[in-house]
């Protein structure tokens, strides 16, 4: 049996992974989206997740892939953003608000470093610098992929494993 903690590292490590991927190449591989999205249902499984559960993680998931998918069509998000929001808030689930916060502060701050580079730009003494900046440059778009995976590793945080359940299964009997 995998340890619960495992998944979780697992999940938190496929988000790092994905940020990287998102600042060198401002992609986010289908394949990282899909095992971090199916670490979520093998962490829900060993946690013993009822069916109210599920819904409500699912319910999330959905929802932010529709909006995240307005954001698309408007020209605001990359595809990869798309899927990896979704996947984020399926995570997230009843947490999504904190979540949510977490995801939007994290990509203001990407977003300001991305207009504070191209401000380097515009300054010959600090064009050299901006040059080595290149993997946040303006040109490039803002890497938002960043902002989910952090937010990401806050929902997998967030998430009770079969630990928790037993915890407090036990606090439940001494009470």
């Not at 999205?37 to 993680?57: K, P």
């Not at 003494?125 to 989910?148: E, F, K, N, Q």
């Amino acid at each position: 049996m995998i340890a619960p903690g495992v998944v979780k590292a697992g999940a938190c490590a496929t988000l790092i992974m994905l940020a990287g991927f998102d600042l060198r190449m401002r992609r986010l591989p289908n394949a990282a989206v899909a095992a971090f999205v199916a670490l979520y249902f093998v962490n829900a499984a060993m946690a013993g997740f009822g069916l109210a559960a599920w819904d409500i993680h699912l319910a999330a998931g959905a929802a932010s892939f529709a909006v995240a998918a307005l954001m698309f069509r408007l020209g605001w998000l990359g595809g990869g953003d798309v899927k990896l929001a979704a996947g984020v808030f399926l995570w997230a689930g009843p947490e999504s608000w904190p979540v949510l916060v977490v995801v939007s502060l994290c990509g203001l701050l990407v977003a300001l470093a991305v207009v504070a580079v191209a401000g380097m730009q515009r300054i010959p003494a600090l064009a050299g610098v901006s040059a080595r900046l290149d993997w946040i440059a303006p040109a490039r778009g803002v890497p938002y992929g960043v902002a989910l995976a952090l937010g990401g590793i806050v929902a997998v945080l967030l998430q009770p494993t079969a630990d928790h359940r037993m915890s407090l299964a036990m606090v439940r009997l001494l009470v």
